[in-house]
Structures are given as C-alpha cells and as structure tokens.
C-alpha cells in the first residue's frame, strides 16, 4: 500500500518463534517499509530477522485501542457488560445455550456438560489468544463442583488433540486438583493425569498457568492463600505449531465439564 506521504508498506504474515521453528502464539500481521528502488519490492534483505519493533509510518496518529494488542498489558474482564468482548472464542458453534453474564452479575457462569476439550465438539470452554511468549491467565472459581466426576477449571489448548488442563474434581466425594494433558489424537480424549493433590482450606479456588516459551507452570490458591505449584516446566513445545499442526496458536480459558 502507497502511504500519503509517497512511501510504501506491506502487511503479510509471519510468526514469533522461541526456538527453531517452534512458536506457540500461531501466526500474526506485520507492517513494513517496502523499497521499491529496484525491479522488485524489498521488504528485508535476504536472511535478515524481522524487527520486533519497527518505525512507526507516517500517518495521522490514532486513538489507543480498549484492549490492548501489542506490548506489555494486562487485560481484566470483569464479565459486567450485555455480552462478551469479541476476542472471547469458543470451540465450534454452539447448540444450547451454556454460558451467560446475566445469573451471577459480575462473573461468567458455566454449564458444566458432558464434552471434554478433547472431544472434537463443543465443550463448555471459552478462550482468549496467548499473544505472548511469556504470557499468564488467571481465574477464580466460585462454585467447586459437587457431583462424582465433574471438573471445572483453567485450560491452555492449541487444538482438541492438544491441551494442559488444570481443575478442581469430584473424586470418592471429596475436591481433588487435576493437572491433565493431551499430547495427540493417539491419546484417550480426556488426556493423561500429570499430577493430583488434596484441595485443602476454604474460599474461591483461583488457578494461573504461565507460558515462558517451551515450558508452562501451573498453581493454585485457595481464597487469599499463596500460591501452590501443581507443575512447573511442563512441555510447551506440544502446544506449537510445529508438534500441534495448524497456525492459529493456543489459546488460555475457563471451562467446566460434568461427568454424565
């Protein structure tokens, strides 16, 4: 494209590796200068690395978005709006009606159903893009869940052959936390377990997962305790494209999951 200015820039896409031809955040827009002084249009020279931050083109400035999208931020939702924020993504098209804003004011409820994340349907599981190398998501969870088998909980999935999820489940009548990971179709749809403790003490159950490149950490904190670490260093590598397939890159979210 010709800017006012008589410049030329070039969107296209290209992605944010950690190492080798390993990326988790899938593939993203870039904008650069395009030299046109030659026969051919020049973005980069040949073997040159695309800048992480290039020279902002000529052109009137903007206002800054409501959510950001490049650099450091921190984004909170409150779930105190009519609808959820576009960026919020579910796996395929719903049929029936399991989320809404409006049963508890202020929070986002969740029908726990019988679908798992990696049941090629469409769980009770709503997401947000990692668009970051080192990136983090938190959620608390208000109602721990009651029956034999039902889990609910924090999720990092790149697709449904390919996921960590972290929850609180109802095991011999008791709340248990669950670290289990899916790490290709060849697996049992509901992944393997990785690691298991006692959920001790009382209030909201809070859970974070951590990216850093090629490795996740996973924690829990019940109402305002310190944190507790379920497993850190997990394999993040199976959540790239290069293991995973596609480009699209893995997302974080909250879902629920009933056992019958």
């Not at 200068?33 to 973005?43: E, F, K, L, Q, Y």
């Not at 695309?50 to 409501?66: E, K």
């Not at 289990?180 to 403790?197: F, V």
């Amino acid at each position: 494209m010709q800017l006012p200015d008589g410049a030329w820039a070039a969107t296209f896409l290209a992605v944010r590796p950690y190492e080798g031809d390993f990326y988790n955040t899938g593939r993203e827009t870039f904008l650069l200068p395009v030299d046109w002084s030659g026969d051919w249009p020049v973005i980069l020279k040949r073997g040159e690395a695309i800048p992480y931050v290039g020279q902002r083109p000529n052109l009137p400035a903007q206002p800054a978005p409501d959510v950001p999208t490049s650099g450091d931020f921190e984004v909170v939702d409150a779930f105190d709006g009519p609808a959820l924020p576009p960026y919020w993504m579910m796996l395929r098209n719903p049929r029936e009606a399991w989320f809404d804003l409006d049963s508890h004011p202020g929070a986002l409820t969740l029908k726990a159903r019988p679908v798992g994340l990696g049941d090629n349907a469409n769980p009770s599981f709503l997401a947000r893009r990692q668009q970051h190398q080192n990136a983090q998501a938190q959620t608390v969870l208000r109602a721990a869940p009651t029956r034999e088998g039902d889990r609910a909980g924090l999720a990092v999935l790149q697709s449904d052959d390919y996921w960590y999820a972290l929850s609180v489940v109802r095991q011999d009548g008791r709340a248990i936390v669950e670290l289990r990971r899916r790490a290709g179709p060849d697996q049992a749809s509901g992944g393997e377990l990785l690691a298991s403790r006692p959920l001790a003490g009382e209030g909201p159950i809070r859970f974070r997962i951590a990216g850093r490149g090629d490795a996740y950490d996973f924690a829990v904190a019940q109402g305002d305790g310190d944190w507790s670490t379920v497993l850190a260093g997990a394999d993040g590598t199976l959540l790239s494209t290069r293991t995973a397939g596609g480009f699209v890159g893995a997302v974080f979210g909250p879902f629920a999951q009933s056992a019958f």
